[in-house]
């Protein structure tokens, strides 16, 4: 290996990297609020680039139906669930939310995608399809089960991601798909060739994350997600309405994934089970950082980048081996170095 | 004198078939003290919890005229109901600050201001710790805080749970005064205690409550003066409590 080279791979690591770092900070999010572990937030990356993919053919995305069926499926279950108990505000909702509104978007999308929009329409639509996802996925799955233990939730997070991958073969068809750049060309860089599109990579993901800094820090409703987070009694008693914090952080999960689809999108071909992949890297670093801080995370998921790059010229067979093994020493040294009783106080 | 800002009429509560509170009703006059005394483990938090919508019961609970019927909790709020609870339920790993600007959570940003300068003035030992963690204050701080948090939602019937709990003679003596204070600026205030002497002293009128019941009910110095009332709550029994 030469000089030329490792700067080369360490490009590409650190592109995979910022990728991984918003998964990772997602997960540490979603965790934050709702105590959720979200597996399939790879899911929501792999739609979104399948969801541009089929936007720029000029067909109609499988997401546009998803999302449908996705509604429909939340009104249902909601129904069924809640029975007399639904307010006349609440059936007001989910008519506009879970139906109405999936089924304009689908009307839209027959409409339009055959127009061929460009690239904006394309990111546009991809967002306005994959956000709703958020909320109708934790109302679906994970409301529900609110006061469940970290264990039972993870449990239903692996059926949920499960379920996702199988109406993802259903929606998108097992063939591969690969995006035009939102940004194109490249331009030289000492001995390397940089592609704008990564540059674009690292600058999305620098500002979700100070977007994300700024939410929690300075705004009533970034602290009202933290707050329910640390005390959900304390959170009621306030007068913050606990349940939307969850559809909230979903919300906001899905939108990052949709943002990191439409990036990754022309960097590496997508398949309908890229996800699981690229969410599990995202989940090392997360889990490195102890699920726990936003920083710590997105240093991590430089770190995964890199050595997946590096160890994919080393030893390419074995890249998923060392990547993933990384988080072996990490979980052996923070049970070490925090003792027995620590696991309850990371419930609270 | 307008009606009772509060009126619970044949509440019960009940934890699976377990029923902790039984038929009780309870009025509040707009402005008052009333205060619930009784042992540990006669319902009186369990009442509180009905009452703010917290815990499910049956009978009809009014605020200000309006039955409250299945509410929920922030919707109370929103009617400017308020519990300062038992544990404190603070944001343990935010800021005194933090904590403070979320109890203003139902105005918006826009009323945090307003309401730091009213709670700081109440409580001039929140300003000295507004950066410090909740987690890191102590007891009578963290009761400080808990009722500095209630107030930056500018209730009009404040309900406190247990307030001299675990604090020091002389800290539970600042908090009733502060107590009084409120009362004074307005603000009706309910107020649930073991330690039942400070509570009579501060109430204009007072529940007794025995194994979820009622057992009693009058004027604050009408029960302090009570020869039960002393036997069981007052004297060296009900003393220990503090
Ligand atoms: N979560 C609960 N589940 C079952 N029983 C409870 C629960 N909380 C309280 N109780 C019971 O209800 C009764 C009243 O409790 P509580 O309202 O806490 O009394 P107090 O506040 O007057 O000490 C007690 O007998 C207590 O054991
Ligand atoms: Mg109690």
Redesign the pocket.
């Known amino acids: 290996m030469n000089g030329t080279i490792a700067l080369f791979l360490a490009q590409d690591g650190i592109i995979n990297g910022a990728i991984y770092a918003l998964v990772g900070v997602t997960l540490v999010l979603v965790f934050a609020v709702t105590r959720v572990i979200f597996v399939p937030q790879g899911e929501f990356i792999a739609w979104a680039a399948l969801t541009v993919a089929a936007l720029e053919a000029g067909t109609v995305p499988g997401t546009a139906w998803l999302l449908l069926v996705l509604g429909i499926a939340t009104a249902a279950l909601e129904v069924v669930r809640e029975g007399r108990r639904l307010t006349i505000r609440r059936v007001a909702t989910m008519l506009g939310f879970d139906l109405a509104l999936p089924a304009g978007l689908l009307l839209a999308v027959i409409w339009l995608a055959p127009l061929k929009l460009g690239l904006a329409f394309n990111a546009a639509m991809t967002l306005a399809l994959l956000i709703p996802m958020g909320p109708l996925l934790y109302r679906l799955a994970f409301q529900p089960l609110a006061d469940a233990s970290v264990l039972v939730l993870l449990i239903a997070s692996i059926g949920v991601h499960f379920a996702l991958v199988g109406l993802g073969l259903v929606f998108f068809g097992a063939e591969g798909v690969r995006t035009t750049p939102l940004l194109s060309g490249t331009f030289p860089a000492g001995p390397l060739v940089v592609k704008w599109q990564s540059i674009g990579v690292l600058v999305v993901t620098v500002l979700v994350l100070i977007g994300l800094y700024a939410f929690f820090e300075r705004t009533m409703m970034g602290k009202a997600l933290r707050a329910t987070a640390v005390n959900r009694l304390g959170a009621r008693l306030v007068g913050i309405p606990v349940a939307s914090t969850g559809r909230i952080a979903f919300a906001l999960a899905a939108a990052i994934g949709a943002v990191s689809g439409i990036l990754i999108g022309s960097l590496t071909t997508i398949y309908y089970d890229s996800g699981f992949l690229i969410g599990l890297k995202g989940f090392v670093a997360a889990i490195i950082a102890g699920l726990h801080s936003y920083p710590l995370t997105a240093l991590a998921a430089l770190l995964v980048g890199l050595l997946e790059s590096y160890s994919a010229f080393f030893a390419s067979a074995f890249k998923e081996v060392i990547v993933f093994s990384i988080i072996l020493p990490v979980l052996i040294w923070r049970s070490l170095a925090s003792g027995p009783h620590h696991d309850e106080d990371e419930e609270a | 004198m307008s009606g009772p800002i509060l009126s619970v009429a044949n509440l019960s509560v009940s934890?699976g078939r377990?029923e902790?509170v039984r038929n009780v009703s309870l009025e509040i006059a707009e402005g008052s003290i009333v205060t619930v005394i009784?042992a540990?483990?006669?319902?009186?938090?369990?009442l509180m919890n009905a009452i703010m919508g917290v815990l499910p019961s049956t009978g009809d609970i009014t605020l200000d005229g309006k039955l409250l019927g299945r509410s929920l909790v922030e919707e109370r709020v929103n009617t400017g109901l308020c519990l300062v609870p038992e544990k404190r339920e603070l944001f343990s790993t935010m800021s005194v600050e933090d904590n403070l600007r979320l109890g203003a959570y139902r105005f918006g940003s826009g009323a945090v201001a307003d309401g730091f300068r009213d709670v700081f003035a109440r409580f001039p030992r929140l300003e000295e710790r507004r950066r410090q963690e909740a987690g890191t204050l102590s007891g009578g701080e963290r009761q400080m805080l808990a009722m500095g948090r209630a107030l930056m939602s500018k209730p009009r019937l404040l309900m406190l749970d247990e307030p001299s709990l675990g604090l020091a003679p002389l800290i539970v003596k600042e908090i009733f005064h502060i107590v009084t204070d409120l009362s004074k600026a307005g603000v009706s205030i309910l107020v649930v205690e073991q330690n039942a002497r400070a509570a009579l002293q501060v109430a204009d009128h007072a529940y007794v409550m025995e194994l979820g019941a009622f057992t009693m009910n009058g004027p604050a110095a009408a029960l302090a003066a009570d020869k039960g009332v002393i036997e069981s709550y007052l004297g060296l029994g009900g003393g220990k409590h503090n």
Do not use: D, I, W
């Open positions: 934890y377990v902790a009784g540990n483990g006669a319902g009186k938090t369990t």
